[in-house]
């Protein structure tokens, strides 16, 4: 059963478990002087924002109460979830007016995006900045919310989430590795084998390095601007969704021709999905043949296949984070707890 699907106590109790399973580590990030988002506590306040696109309507914004809920937290609606602007959830006015007030507000411990969609980097002029960084709390979300995962990295320097939006659906993998993540600090390790999802080796080895990365269209559409961090000696992870295999090649180059590809130490790269030729029968590359053109020159740890993406159950990954990739094992261990 999904988890968004899960009652509330049914929920709690594998939580519950989990916690007893497993010891509250320091937070080494703490200890070094890195100021880090708090860890969630179960009964603790979480924003609900629509940074991008719309939700369909009140019966959508009632199951995210129930999923919120249903993790042992207190949601609280941005005051303009459920607004429409065209095909966004508001003005961007309004968008980053409900985002600025869940950083401004200290009951607020972590936000959670309602949905993806088209948007996000509309607002990223208008986001209060100095705010974000005074006041680390988690953002979590995937897809167009990358551009904000990105921006944070840049510009706020504490790591946020990789992972579904309260819309999505939240089986036991997004679940466990949100708990492990958020609420007990731990540093898990991430992915390995999955006869459903099989890893692909492109080069093998081992790497370390800062974790960076979400959907590789808005990562692209964001190249050239401010709101790109550095990636130099960073473990890049890329996904995407309904893109042919011409227009990945297409966006690879840019970032390649950017210089971007050239500075990583290692890629992961997720799940592409429903990412074929526009044209039935078409001869062409494949999606293996794109990521090993591109990827295999970089001489860098690589591989395809992580269970991150438009899929059902899919790892929360944090964005940020310090972390050792083995290539061959098709592995993410996290090196530092990204919650103090």
């Not at 961090?229 to 309904?242: K, R």
């Amino acid at each position: 059963m999904p988890v968004g699907m899960a009652t509330r106590r049914s929920v709690l109790a594998t939580f519950g478990a989990l916690a007893a399973a497993t010891a509250l580590p320091s937070a080494a990030g703490a200890q070094r002087g890195r100021r880090l988002a708090s860890r969630l506590r179960l009964g603790d306040t979480v924003g609900l924002v629509e940074p991008a696109g719309f939700s369909s309507g009140p019966e959508q914004i009632e199951a995210v109460l129930h999923t919120i809920r249903g993790m042992g937290l207190v949601p609280k609606l941005g005051r303009h979830v459920g607004a429409r602007h065209g095909y966004l959830a508001g003005t961007d006015e309004q968008r980053a007016e409900d985002l600025n007030a869940m950083f401004a507000d200290p009951e607020v411990r972590a936000v959670f995006a309602v949905r993806g969609g088209w948007g996000s980097a509309r607002i990223l002029p208008l986001l209060d900045w100095r705010a974000i960084r005074a006041r680390p709390k988690l953002l979590i979300g995937f897809s167009d919310v990358t551009a904000l995962h990105l921006a944070f990295a840049a510009q706020a320097g504490y790591p946020t989430i990789h992972g579904p939006n309260a819309a999505n659906s939240w089986p036991a993998t997004s679940w466990e590795s949100l708990w492990r993540l958020a609420f007990t600090g731990e540093t898990p390790l991430l992915g390995g084998p999955d006869p459903a999802r099989p890893i692909s080796t492109i080069r093998p080895g081992r790497v370390r390095g800062r974790l960076l990365g979400g959907n590789l269209t808005v990562l692209t559409a964001l190249a050239g601007t401010p709101w790109l961090p550095d990636f130099n000696g960073a473990i890049l992870f890329l996904e995407d969704t309904g893109e042919a295999e011409y227009r990945v090649d297409r966006m690879l180059t840019q970032l390649a021709l950017g210089g971007i590809l050239g500075q990583v130490a290692g890629v992961v790269f997720g799940q592409c999905t429903r990412c074929t030729s526009d044209t039935p029968g078409a001869s062409g590359f494949t999606l293996a043949d794109v990521l090993q053109q591109h990827l295999a020159p970089l001489r860098v740890p690589a591989f395809r296949g992580a269970n991150i993406g438009h899929v059902a159950g899919q790892l929360c990954l944090p964005v940020g984070a310090e972390a050792e990739i083995d290539a061959a094992a098709g592995t993410i261990r996290l090196l530092e707890p990204i919650v103090a």
